[in-house]
Structure formats: structure tokens, C-alpha cells
């Protein structure tokens, strides 16, 4: 109950931003017509429908992560995160207080993707709706991310890192715009030790019906997923400990 009260609040506040929630909604369905539109101007394959739409869809997340990050990291310099330190929540309850609100927020921004779509060749399939829940883990993971930031830097800090350094590394280290294999050496080798790339080939399986493949890429994911997770909760218990001192 006392997560529920903290998410209802992080609800209201989130509904409350509408320009941030239309532009993290917005620009990856701009990205998907524009991509889209070159490719239906060159004689290449080079932004398939099946293969980008997983793509702009991670990529997109990352925007959730600013968005979490700069709540969180707000509501640390305010007088409400001082009083709420007064409360008997425990710092899992700010962190799950934080990611309820934000997790239906990504899906939707994932399932606008699809939809769009839809209308830009992509076959209408269960496989679809299996690709949203197989992103799920990537929301989650993206999502931990901003409140980690939050949890440790300013809001201006989490513009600049969550931003800026977060969203280049989704979208080059993920292969939404290129074959990593073309690129080959040291960097191929780096992005796969990353989520970015394992969350978009996870996506791509699903869509595809390839589902063999869908866990070995899917448990990297929910295996950052799960440490960035506990790494927050417990940088936030003890930006909670310093902060009450």
C-alpha cells in the first residue's frame, strides 16, 4: 500500500508533464516514418519494417530513462523527498514507487511504435503482441537505469547522462541502424556484452517467429535488468542515510 500511495503521486506528477510524455511517445514514431520513408526510396533493403520497428522501439526507451532519472533527481532536491524520509518506506518502496507508474508508459510508448507500424507494412500478428512483452524486461531495464542516475546526479547531471550519453549508446550499440557485423571488431564485441543489442535481436526473434531465439538474448536483458535494479536500491538506501545525517 505505501508503494501504491508513492506510485499514485509519481502518476499524477508524470500526467502532469504532458510535453515530456508526447515528445518521449512522438519522436521515435517520427524516426519509424522518416526511416521508413527512405527506404521507400531506395532500391536497398536497409530499414526493413520486421527489423527496424524493434529497433525504434529500444531506442525510444531510452527516453523513458531521462524521464525517470529527472523525476527522481527533482524530487531528491525538494522538500517532499525530505518529508518523505520521515515515513516508514523503505528505499524499495521509492524505487518500485518510481517504476510502477513509469512501466505502463513504456509499454505504451512501445505498442504506439507497433501500431504505427502496422500502417507502414508491418504484418499484424500475435507475434506482435509477443514482441511488446518481450520488450517489457528492456522497459524495466531502461527504467532502472534513470532512477540509478536520479539516485546519484542532479537533474542537470541526468539531462547530460541519461540524455546525451544514454541514448547514443542505445542507438549505436543496439544495431537499429546498421548490422553490427558490418562494423565487426572491437565494437561488435563491446555491444554484445551490452543489453541494447541483445533487448533489439530479442524483439526481432519474437516479431519474426524465431522464438528459440528469443532467451538467450532475453536473459541478458533481465539480467541488467535485475542488477541495475538492486544497484539503485541500494546507492538510493544510502543517498537516503547520507541526506537524513
Same mark, same amino acid.
Given at each position: 500500500?505505501?508503494?501504491?500511495?508513492?506510485?499514485?503521486?509519481?502518476?499524477?506528477?508524470?500526467?502532469?508533464?504532458?510535453?515530456?510524455?508526447?515528445?518521449?511517445?512522438?519522436?521515435?514514431?517520427?524516426?519509424?516514418?522518416?526511416?521508413?520513408?527512405?527506404?521507400?526510396?531506395?532500391?536497398?533493403?536497409?530499414?526493413?519494417?520486421?527489423?527496424?520497428?524493434?529497433?525504434?522501439?529500444?531506442?525510444?526507451?531510452?527516453?523513458?530513462?531521462?524521464?525517470?532519472?529527472?523525476?527522481?533527481?527533482?524530487?531528491?532536491?525538494?522538500?517532499?523527498?525530505?518529508?518523505?524520509?520521515?515515513?516508514?518506506?523503505?528505499?524499495?518502496?521509492?524505487?518500485?514507487?518510481?517504476?510502477?507508474?513509469?512501466?505502463?508508459?513504456?509499454?505504451?510508448?512501445?505498442?504506439?511504435?507497433?501500431?504505427?507500424?502496422?500502417?507502414?507494412?508491418?504484418?499484424?500478428?500475435?507475434?506482435?503482441?509477443?514482441?511488446?512483452?518481450?520488450? %517489457?524486461?528492456? &522497459?524495466? @531495464?531502461?527504467?532502472?537505469?534513470?532512477? =540509478?542516475? *536520479?539516485?546519484? !546526479?542532479?537533474?542537470?547531471? /541526468? +539531462?547530460? %547522462?541519461?540524455? &546525451?550519453? @544514454?541514448?547514443?549508446?542505445?542507438?549505436? =550499440?543496439? *544495431?537499429?541502424? !546498421?548490422?553490427?557485423?558490418? /562494423? +565487426?571488431?572491437?565494437?561488435?564485441?563491446?555491444?554484445?556484452?551490452?543489453?541494447?543489442?541483445?533487448?533489439?535481436?530479442?524483439?526481432?526473434?519474437?516479431?519474426? +517467429?524465431?522464438?528459440?531465439?528469443?532467451?538467450?538474448?532475453?536473459?541478458?536483458?533481465?539480467?541488467?535488468?535485475?542488477?541495475?535494479?538492486?544497484?539503485?536500491?541500494?546507492?538510493?538506501?544510502?543517498?537516503?542515510?547520507?541526506?537524513?545525517?
Amino acid at each position: 500500500m505505501k508503494t501504491l500511495a508513492l506510485a499514485t503521486r509519481n502518476s499524477k506528477e508524470i500526467l502532469r508533464d504532458k510535453l515530456n510524455l508526447a515528445f518521449g511517445i512522438g519522436f521515435p514514431v517520427i524516426l519509424l516514418l522518416l526511416l521508413s520513408a527512405i527506404q521507400s526510396n531506395v532500391p536497398v533493403e536497409l530499414f526493413v519494417i520486421e527489423q527496424l520497428t524493434p529497433g525504434i522501439a529500444v531506442f525510444g526507451l531510452s527516453f523513458i530513462s531521462l524521464f525517470s532519472g529527472m523525476l527522481i533527481a527533482k524530487d531528491r532536491t525538494s522538500s517532499l523527498m525530505l518529508r518523505l524520509f520521515t515515513s516508514p518506506l523503505m528505499s524499495s518502496n521509492f524505487i518500485f514507487g518510481y517504476t510502477l507508474p513509469l512501466l505502463p508508459m513504456a509499454i505504451l510508448q512501445v505498442g504506439v511504435c507497433f501500431a504505427v507500424a502496422f500502417f507502414l507494412g508491418l504484418t499484424i500478428s500475435l507475434n506482435v503482441l509477443l514482441a511488446v512483452i518481450v520488450l %517489457v524486461p528492456a &522497459a524495466i @531495464l531502461f527504467i532502472a537505469i534513470g532512477l =540509478l542516475c *536520479g539516485s546519484l !546526479f542532479t537533474d542537470k547531471q /541526468v +539531462g547530460g %547522462v541519461c540524455g &546525451a550519453l @544514454l541514448t547514443n549508446l542505445s542507438a549505436w =550499440l543496439s *544495431g537499429t541502424w !546498421f548490422d553490427l557485423a558490418l /562494423v +565487426g571488431g572491437p565494437f561488435k564485441k563491446i555491444a554484445e556484452l551490452l543489453p541494447f543489442a541483445h533487448a533489439v535481436d530479442a524483439g526481432r526473434a519474437a516479431i519474426s +517467429g524465431d522464438y528459440h531465439h528469443i532467451f538467450p538474448h532475453l536473459w541478458w536483458v533481465i539480467g541488467y535488468a535485475v542488477i541495475v535494479m538492486s544497484i539503485a536500491i541500494i546507492v538510493f538506501t544510502r543517498k537516503m542515510s547520507s541526506d537524513n545525517t
